[in-house]
């Protein structure tokens, strides 16, 4: 079994930058990918931006593209998501996933979730 643990959440005025922490923990934490998803308030859960462990490629919803950034720390078991010129249309709860599944892990329903973090932009 995964956990996995968001932090980083908060609020910031519309232009400002937060940066997301996921950090897995439980067995030994091999997934083929990881990503950030995220829902706001009255819609669906929406993905955000993926990266693969291994091979460190990471893939983004066209929202967020060149603003935000996927990263990942495999010695620290941890994903990162670097949020910059943020609006308030980004306001939302933020979950990190992971998938051991070979597949791109946004047309797949993920193995493991962690419990959100809140980002709330301001206008």
């Known amino acids: 079994q995964v956990q996995l643990v968001e932090s980083g959440g908060g609020l910031v005025q519309a232009g400002g930058s937060l940066r997301l922490s996921c950090v897995a923990s439980?067995?030994?934490?091999?997934?083929?990918?990881v990503a950030w998803f995220r829902q706001a308030p009255g819609k669906e859960r929406e993905f955000v931006a993926t990266i693969t462990w291994s091979h460190n490629i990471p893939y983004y919803q066209d929202s967020v593209r060149g603003r935000f950034t996927i990263s990942r720390d495999s010695a620290k078991n941890s994903v990162y998501l670097q949020m910059n010129s943020l609006k308030p249309e980004d306001t939302a709860i933020y979950y990190c996933?992971?998938?051991?599944?070979?597949?791109?892990?946004?047309?797949?329903?993920?193995?493991?979730w962690g419990q959100g973090t809140q980002v709330t932009v301001s206008s």
């Open positions: 996933a992971s998938s051991r599944v070979r597949a791109p892990i946004y047309i797949q329903d993920p193995d493991s």
């Open positions: 439980g067995r030994t934490f091999n997934p083929y990918g």
